[in-house]
């Protein structure tokens, strides 16, 4: 679960890391009295949950109240499109507005999960301001990491190095150091998979602020924190996938225009490879698990049949513990209560496979039936061909 800037910087305050004084804004009123209070200069951030703001035109550094209100005004109600969302980009319903900072340097820090080191690790930069994609294309030598030892955390001696290798120096670099340890316990004492300031600032002054605040936690241990997932803005989701994990179903949306029903996550993802070979792009990721009922199948088709980009399906059922008979009435419920046509291609192996079969046959679906997932592409690739 992401969490919006405004409300990250408030658990970094909680912790004791600088922030610059700011204060939320869902009207352009609000925006133009904040910026008042600012002494009339100010920047003006779109809360969104995408990196890329900036170049997408959701911050600005305004010098008036007025032109607070009115950048305000034409970005409240929008839709801000970046290099992190779709064509559609996600809605804009608040903003936050700051005091403008004095900044003599900017840095990048973030701690987040590497598979390598199968634990925690700091990344760092000298190259704040700066997509960290392109720092670490253009120049990795820029990039610093620190592998932490998950029983020990991160340790004093670590966060004084890295703060040395940032460039900073005497208190500046004290200060630094003590706001890396503060990140690292956000990181575990929130079971986040990501924290992230981009950019940490070196002030005029020798003091270090945290000049932005990203915060993604792990959506499994949000049991763990009530006041956390209070913050959840369903809003800024793909709300196809909120539907999923509402109803505790893996699912992943994707760009193509093959709903894609499977169960095993494995299962899935070599499902997905197939797909793709075949030239009939998934439209989505979905497990719906192996003990599933016909009214998670149902749930499960429903929100495949709820893209639109869904032309055709794929059913890769492995009948298990999820029968194949139990998975065929979920799907024939979810098209009846759909109303939908898209042709199916269904492969079913496992326990009950025949009374699967015959119940989709005598569905009056359009399915066509296959034995191996060499066969299902085949069947793709073909009504894919047709289609076009």
Do not use: W
Not at 338 to 363: D, F
């Amino acid at each position: 679960m992401k969490l919006h800037e405004h409300q990250a910087k408030t658990i970094f305050a909680e912790y004791g890391i600088p922030i610059p004084n700011g204060k939320v804004a869902s009207t352009p009123a609000e925006a133009a009295e904040a910026i008042s209070s600012f002494g009339g200069r100010g920047v003006v951030k779109a809360q969104v949950h995408a990196g890329g703001r900036g170049l997408a035109g959701g911050v600005k550094v305004v010098g008036s109240a007025e032109e607070g209100r009115e950048f305000t005004d034409g970005l409240l109600g929008s839709r801000l499109v970046t290099h992190q969302t779709d064509a559609s980009g996600v809605p804009v319903d608040t903003v936050l507005v700051e005091e403008l900072a004095d900044i003599a340097s900017e840095m990048y820090v973030a701690l987040t999960m590497d598979r390598n080191h199968r634990g925690p690790v700091l990344i760092a930069s000298a190259a704040g301001g700066m997509s960290i994609e392109e720092v670490a294309a253009t120049n990795p030598d820029a990039i610093i990491t620190e592998a932490v030892e998950p029983t020990l955390g991160l340790m004093p001696f670590q966060c004084r190095r890295v703060a040395a290798r940032l460039g900073m120096s005497g208190a500046t670099a004290r200060q630094g150091a003590d706001i890396l340890s503060r990140l690292y316990r956000i990181f575990t004492e929130n079971d986040c998979s990501l924290v992230e300031v981009n950019p940490l600032i070196v002030t005029g002054e020798g003091e270090v602020v945290a000049l932005d605040a990203k915060m993604d936690v792990e959506d499994d241990a949000l049991f763990r924190h009530s006041n956390l997932h209070a913050l959840r803005d369903r809003s800024q989701e793909d709300q196809l996938e909120a539907r999923a994990a509402d109803d505790d179903i893996a699912y992943v949306s994707l760009d193509g225009s093959v709903g894609c029903l499977v169960n095993g996550a494995g299962l899935a993802m070599a499902t997905l490879d197939v797909a793709n070979a075949a030239g009939a792009a998934p439209a989505n990721f979905l497990d719906v698990g192996g003990g599933a009922t016909e009214e998670k199948v149902a749930t499960a088709v429903g929100i495949i049949l709820s893209d639109p980009k869904v032309s055709q399906v794929l059913v890769n059922i492995f009948g298990g513990i999820l029968r194949c008979d139990v998975a065929a009435r979920g799907i024939v419920m979810a098209y009846e209560e759909h109303r939908a046509t898209q042709p199916m291609v269904v492969r079913m192996l496992g326990t009950n496979l025949e009374e699967g079969k015959e119940i989709l046959a005598h569905s009056g679906l359009d399915v066509t039936f296959t034995d191996t997932l060499t066969e299902a592409a085949a069947a793709l690739s073909a009504r894919a061909g047709a289609q076009g």
